[in-house]
């Protein structure tokens, strides 16, 4: 049986291998496209393989400044970080308290004082 994720794989590999063969094909057999009725003088054939090129350009330009766009977004929206002369004295203070807590816990127990025990009712 195969997953919904293993299905979802093959589907964008076949489109992949799909599109890779087309782009080639129309980049480097242009004249192919006669044999399904698309018109092939040397002007088709000019304007298919600068579409070709252009259009795979103009998606990885976009995509590219959208990433730009994004880690600009992500900078300025961003608080700044501490300074490490902060952190480095939290973390120092940190230490001291456990190195008080510790100390405090192994500290021999204080004498018990005398305590009273209950007095047991009397039986009647």
């Not at 979802?8 to 489109?15: F, H, R, T, V």
């Amino acid at each position: 049986m195969v997953s919904k994720d293993q299905s979802i794989g093959g589907l964008i590999l076949i489109i992949c291998l799909v599109i890779g063969i087309l782009y080639v094909v129309l980049l480097f057999f242009p004249w192919v496209l006669g044999s399904i009725g698309i018109s092939t003088t040397d002007a088709a054939i000019a304007g298919i393989r600068f579409w070709v090129i252009a259009i795979p350009v103009f998606i990885a330009f976009i995509a590219i400044m959208a990433i730009g766009g994004w880690i600009g977004w992500t900078m300025a929206t961003t608080p700044p970080p501490k300074p490490i002369e902060e952190i480095t004295t939290e973390i120092e203070e940190k230490k001291e308290e456990v190195t008080t807590e510790t100390t405090e816990e192994t500290k021999p127990p204080e004498e018990p004082t005398e305590e009273k025990k209950p007095e047991r009712k009397r039986k009647s």
